[in-house]
């Protein structure tokens, strides 16, 4: 990312500089998912690879929802109240 770049920051004017410098450190600490992975070339695909990306998708989601839960704390600071 050019965000060093002024034009960069012209897509994000308002954005706190404390929230780019914690997807900074989010960032920096990730690694590439290195699981089993589903890829079909664009255009219509066979059914069964069809069912086999709609499951890929659902996984990743899932893992992504997890991830957000367990580490990011999303969805439960609304359950204090």
């Known amino acids: 990312m050019p965000y ?5 920051w ?3 004017p308002r954005l706190p ?3 780019f410098a914690r997807f900074v450190a989010l960032a920096k600490k990730g ?3 290195m699981g089993g992975m589903i890829v079909a070339g664009p255009g219509k695909q066979p059914p069964a690879y069809e069912a086999a990306i ?3 998708q659902r996984v990743d989601l ?5 991830y957000a839960r367990k580490t990011l704390g ?3 600071r609304w359950k204090r109240g």
């Open 31 to 33: 690694h590439p998912f």
């Open 54 to 56: 709609t499951g890929q």
């Open 10 to 12: 012209r897509a994000f």
């Open 4 to 8: 060093l770049e002024q034009d960069f």
């Open 17 to 19: 500089a404390a929230d």
């Open 62 to 66: 899932e893992r992504s929802l997890e």
């Open 74 to 76: 999303v969805g439960v």
